[in-house]
């Protein structure tokens, strides 16, 4: 009987203690759960990746210089087989030595380097919004995390009151078998339910501390088993609001991207004019037939032009526009399937305002009903079996109500989360 009681009082003051808690907010979830999770780095990452990149590119308009050399030897070489009175015609050595320093400097290149260069900035906004796009998915889990947390802490709640409410009538049963009113049974009875009740309550425990465990590793925080966690209040689904998904955002990039390429495409057929200046030492220099070392300068400039590729650019441009189809298509499907979610959370949200409504008066015919047969279990009138069910029925219709508001808040974050507000 001391232990029975023992038992009622820790369960008591576990409940005192776990309200002077700080409370969890699901805000404080989902921003800690971004602001800490791994992938976070790679937005920190890409952008060094792409300015390495576009500092590459950058010189390209800068001199590129290389230093040359050459030695070689040949089988034979350009003779003149005249043979003129008192003139002595040079020939040229069949080994050549050459050493030069060579530098190209780019004039125009068709637009080529500015277009590689958005393509590179394109491509980085695509990289970070994909990390954008893979941090807001972790969201929905954080979220299908709380809410069962919030479910099992209101499951506990419940069972908590009955706990209390089996433990006031223990007592009074107990004073009536004193008196010789009451059975022994009941009293046993009593007993049992609260047993049953303490199960309930540890597989809750466990089930919680495993959740909150979860939510912890997508935090990156050790979180307190024992905290309480605090229901979203404040909510609204607008049926008119806009849609702000990453998702949207990730389509116009690709897009972005796609039309970079189609610029880069289109340059290959301008033409490129750059300029060249080389100094060496060698034999033979540019006099071919002085067989002695000599130093030698060269300057110029080139012009290229690739004006007809045979309509390989026309067909890299239909590539890169059939490809502007499929992300078109994509974000059609993406659209389509967002609306046929945001109908379901909407529908869900209308269904749970009409079933709280109900359960609000199921609660008062039940606890009628409880009173009813709480004093006719204290006249001895009935057994305590028959006022053990009709207190489970009481807390069942408690706890489905407040289900339903927990329900009717998921879904409402559910419905702000499609569309890019949560």
């Not at 399937?337 to 109900?358: A, G, H, T, W």
């Not at 808040?409 to 702000?416: F, H, I, Q």
């Amino acid at each position: 009987m001391k232990k029975l009681f023992l038992l009622i009082c820790l369960f008591a003051v576990f409940k005192g203690a776990a309200q002077t808690l700080d409370s969890i907010s699901l805000s404080y979830c989902l921003s800690q759960t971004v602001a800490n999770y791994p992938l976070i780095k790679q937005q920190d990452i890409y952008p060094m990746i792409a300015k390495l990149k576009i500092n590459n590119l950058d010189k390209n308009y800068l001199p590129q210089m290389s230093i040359n050399g050459l030695a070689s030897y040949q089988s034979d070489v350009t003779k003149i087989s005249i043979n003129i009175p008192g003139i002595k015609i040079p020939e040229v050595n069949k080994d050549i030595y050459k050493l030069s320093l060579d530098v190209n400097q780019t004039v125009y290149d068709g637009g080529m380097t500015k277009a590689q260069k958005n393509i590179e900035n394109a491509g980085l906004q695509i990289d970070k919004q994909n990390v954008s796009v893979s941090l807001y998915n972790l969201k929905e889990s954080v979220i299908q995390l709380y809410f069962n947390i919030l479910l099992l802490q209101e499951n506990e709640k419940q069972l908590y009151v009955v706990t209390d409410d089996l433990g006031g009538k223990l007592k009074t049963i107990e004073s009536g078998v004193r008196n010789g009113v009451q059975l022994k049974t009941n009293a046993d009875l009593i007993r049992i339910e609260i047993l049953k009740t303490k199960q309930q309550l540890d597989d809750i425990a466990n089930s919680k501390e495993a959740s909150i465990s979860m939510l912890g590793l997508f935090m990156n925080i050790q979180l307190n088993p024992k905290a309480i966690f605090a229901a979203p209040q404040n909510l609204t689904a607008p049926t008119n609001e806009t849609n702000v998904r990453e998702e949207l955002k990730l389509f116009d990039y690709q897009l972005n991207r796609l039309d970079q390429m189609k610029k880069l495409s289109t340059g290959k057929n301008l033409p490129r004019l750059s300029v060249f200046a080389q100094a060496g030492y060698g034999r033979p220099g540019l006099n071919m037939l002085d067989p002695d070392f000599n130093d030698f300068y060269m300057v110029g400039a080139r012009l290229s032009w690739n004006f007809w590729n045979w309509n390989q650019t026309k067909n890299d441009i239909k590539i890169l526009d059939y490809q502007k189809e499929l992300i078109d298509n994509q974000k059609e499907i993406f659209d389509k399937s967002l609306k046929i979610s945001l109908e379901k959370e909407l529908s869900d949200i209308q269904k749970y305002n009409e079933q709280i409504d109900e359960d609000k008066e199921i609660i008062k015919l039940r606890e009628n009903v409880v009173k009813a047969y709480s004093s006719q279990l204290d006249n001895g009138v009935i057994t305590a079996t028959d006022y053990i069910t009709q207190l489970t029925n009481k807390s069942q219709a408690i706890l489905q109500f407040e289900t339903h508001k927990l329900m009717q808040k998921r879904a409402t974050v559910n419905y702000l989360y499609l569309l890019g507000k949560f």
